[in-house]
């Protein structure tokens, strides 16, 4: 089964109650034939693999398993490490050349087109496709948390508008997102090695994953067809991950304290930058090996709708 089309990689820990809500939502892909899925429990004192190996018996042939238990020590006992070696057991069994690592994590539950919508952009010329995160609409949040997260996604829609006003990307048009995490991303297989695989850090290891693919050439989109929901719990099994977030924001919101994010102007200067650099050489791949290099834009705005 090497020369398999895609494999979804999952890093777990403690998510016996989790694995089969997103096990389930996999077996009703709309794809054909068997969905292989590769899921890395580490660290876990709960029964996930009990839960795993029930959700096999009921799909039968629909869902490919392969699941494998590790006991990391302590330093290497994070997102990184796990996500690499969930994603090296995935491209273990995918055509080497043409065949399209999925990441997801245990906590989400993709629509029925998820996989599908993915190859699709990957068909129509992405070596990357991040997908769009939106918190479970079977998990609702606080009437204040729900408000917060409209304000976020509008302001993130501003963001994305003055970015592809001032340095469109002709792979990654309007209308688009700017979601590419672990939850949510396809890649090809060469990309992947070519990129170094994902980088064992204890905290942002997706996004560092990105980077490096789009600065080893790496074409990365943001289709609006692609998009999983996710839990909106707050606590959570990776530091700096979504439920830290999560977390955070709700704090912030029940102190009634303001949220800031940079301003506007700052993200006009930097679409300028990019598209500045993109002009000289290296293109798109010194937009990636050079933005990280920036200082930090300052968190200097309270959340609000004008441009």
Known sequence: MTDARFCVCVP?????????ILLDALARQDVDGPIR????INNTVDDSVAAVARAQAAW???LHLAVACYDLPPERAHAGTARRLAMEAGLA???PDRGVLIST??????PSDWISAMLRAIDAGLDIVGGRIVVDD???LAADMDAMQIKLDRYWACVRAIEDDIDPCRWDPAPRHGDHTGASLAILAPLYRAAGGVPAIPAGEDRALVEAAVAA???????MSVWTRVSARTIGRATGGMADHMQVLSDRVARGES?????FDQWRARAAWRRMRRDQPGGDAGVARDEPLLPAMRCDMPLGLDR
């Open 259 to 263: 949220t800031f994010l940079p301003s």
């Open 217 to 223: 050439g790496g074409r990365l989109g943001h289709p």
């Open 12 to 20: 777990a820990r403690d998510e016996a109650d989790r694995l089969p």
């Open 37 to 40: 899925v590769s899921i890395l």
């Open 93 to 95: 069994r995918i055509d």
């Open 60 to 62: 039968g042939e629909r």
């Open 138 to 140: 079977a998990e609702p």
């Open 105 to 110: 994590d245990a906590d989400t539950r993709p």
